[in-house]
T-cell receptor
Framework: AQTVTQSQPEMSVQEAETVTLSCTYD???????LFWYKQPPSRQMILVIR??????QNATENRFSVNFQKAAKSFSLKISDSQLGDTAMYFC????????????FGKGTRLHILP | SQTIHQWPATLVQPVGSPLSLECTVE??????LYWYRQAAGRGLQLLFY??????ISSEVPQNLSASRPQDRQFILSSKKLLLSDSGFYLC?????????FGPGTRLTVT
């Protein structure tokens, strides 16, 4: 069975700093998808970034980028120039390359951006 | 563009009362649909998912049930609510692999 582990329950950084959230996963699959979701205080879940395992290039979305290390089964999220609006719970997630399967979510990292 | 709606946004129900939460998706066809529950400050618990009309997979045995009467409609129900059913309920849809979430329903069982 697939598992997703986020080892940092909570983090705080100063505004404008760069922060990295860690995520490791366990799977025997060779092709799969990885995601980072953001849940701000409004509790709406927002897809931040997506990575396909067969793509070596790390995904980026504006200030958000990932460091995907397939051999190490690591998928960290880097937020550059952090803003107060980045304060949220961040969830790492895994999905096999099967549209009808389910996403496995980590337990989340609560990120506080301090003014 | 696609949008997902959930209602109601907030609900307070007494123990033993029935429940019906509705989720609809616009602007797409044949989406996969999901129901999640989230306790305060906790992670997501997948309750049900559906890959087509009338096809429901249950992840957790409980007093909740789900139905998909139409392609883009997903309903979460209970005949008798328990205190432990309180939480934040999220519906999500998927066109392929990533999931997109609705705004959620906050349910308090008193």
């Amino acid at each position: 069975a697939q598992t997703v582990t986020q080892s940092q329950p909570e983090m705080s950084v100063q505004e404008a700093e760069t922060v990295t959230l860690s995520c490791t996963y366990d799977t025997s699959e060779s092709n799969y998808y990885l995601f980072w979701y953001k849940q701000p205080p409004s509790r709406q879940m927002i897809l931040v970034i997506r990575q396909e395992a067969y793509k070596q290039q790390n995904a980026t979305e504006n200030r958000f980028s990932v460091n995907f290390q397939k051999a190490a089964k690591s998928f960290s999220l880097k937020i550059s120039d952090s803003q107060l609006g980045d304060t949220a719970m961040y969830f790492c997630a895994f999905m096999k390359h099967n549209r009808d399967d389910k996403i496995i979510f980590g337990k989340g990292t609560r990120l506080h951006i301090l003014p | 563009s696609q949008t997902i709606h959930q209602w109601p946004a907030t609900l307070v129900q007494p123990v033993g009362s029935p429940l019906s939460l509705e989720c609809t998706v616009e602007g797409t066809s044949n989406p996969n649909l999901y129901w999640y529950r989230q306790a305060a400050g906790r992670g997501l618990q997948l309750l049900f998912y559906s890959v087509g009309i009338g096809q429901i997979s249950s992840e957790v045995p409980q007093n909740l049930s789900a139905s998909r009467p139409q392609d883009r409609q997903f309903i979460l129900s209970s005949k008798k609510l328990l205190l432990s059913d309180s939480g934040f309920y999220l519906c999500a849809w998927s066109p392929s692999y990533e999931q997109y979430f609705g705004p959620g329903t906050r349910l308090t069982v008193t």
